[in-house]
T-cell receptor
Framework: GENVEQHPSTLSVQEGDSAVIKCTYS??????FPWYKQELGKRPQLIID?????GEKKDQRIAVTLNKTAKHFSLHITETQPEDSAVYFC????????????FGKGTRLHILP | DTEVTQTPKHLVMGMTNKKSLKCEQH?????MYWYKQKAKKPPELMFV???????INESVPSRFSPECPNSSLLNLHLHALQPEDSALYLC?????????????FGPGTRLTVT
């Protein structure tokens, strides 16, 4: 089955700097990669996703890149703000195959003032 | 209404108790999910209901029993739980089946088993 590795487990960046979170997946058949943000004590929320037919997707300060050959994908947050502090989960799945999303273990992002 | 609601928010139960968690959505979503989340861990899928039928059971112990009375409601019946079952239980729903439909999570029920 699919296995998703996520690094780092904890990341601290100065407000205004960029943050990068990296994930690798094992199943080359995976073709859909969502990212979830979970603030302390709150529910996970989808922030961005990417399908395997594109290499990059951007939404304001957030971007995700995908390298299918290397089986890794990354989340990039630019101009970080205090409200970006949260746990971020990457995930991988096979679109149209089943309803299962395999999550990475999460990255706790701290934005330092 | 664009929200998934869950009740109760917190639940403390003994190992011999029977209790139920409830989840509701009025977005017309056809897939509903139960996840278990331990502290500092990602959500773990437990069950998936697709069009009110159980489509995935991730080998969850029988002390957890899901029920989908209608397309808007999802229950999780709990019986004879163990202390290690203490966790945040998240419900989610999505417009259709298939992982590329965004899953909307509820706020969760924080369960403590004593």
């Amino acid at each position: 089955g699919e296995n998703v590795e996520q690094h780092p487990s904890t990341l601290s960046v100065q407000e205004g700097d960029s943050a990068v979170i990296k994930c690798t997946y094992s199943d080359s058949a995976s073709n859909y990669f969502p990212w979830y943000k979970q603030e302390l004590g709150k529910r996970p929320q989808l922030i961005i996703d990417i399908r395997s037919n594109v290499g990059e997707k951007k939404d304001q300060r957030i971007a995700v890149t995908l390298n299918k050959t290397a089986k890794h994908f990354s989340l990039h947050i630019t101009e970080t703000q205090p409200e970006d502090s949260a746990v971020y989960f990457c995930a991988a799945s096979q679109e149209n195959r089943d309803d299962k999303i395999i999550f990475g273990k999460g990255t706790r992002l701290h934005i330092l003032p | 209404d664009t929200e998934v609601t869950q009740t109760p928010k917190h639940l403390v139960m003994g190992m011999t108790n029977k209790k139920s968690l409830k989840c509701e959505q009025h977005m017309g979503h056809r897939a509903m999910y139960w996840y278990k989340q331990k502290a500092k861990k990602p959500p773990e899928l437990m069950f998936v209901y697709s069009y009110e039928k159980l489509s995935i059971n991730e080998s969850v112990p029988s002390r957890f029993s899901p029920e989908c009375p209608n397309s808007s409601l999802l229950n999780l019946h709990l019986h004879a739980l163990q202390p290690e079952d203490s966790a945040l239980y998240l419900c989610a729903s999505s417009q259709g089946t298939g992982v590329s439909y965004e899953q909307y999570f509820g706020p969760g029920t924080r369960l403590t088993v004593t």
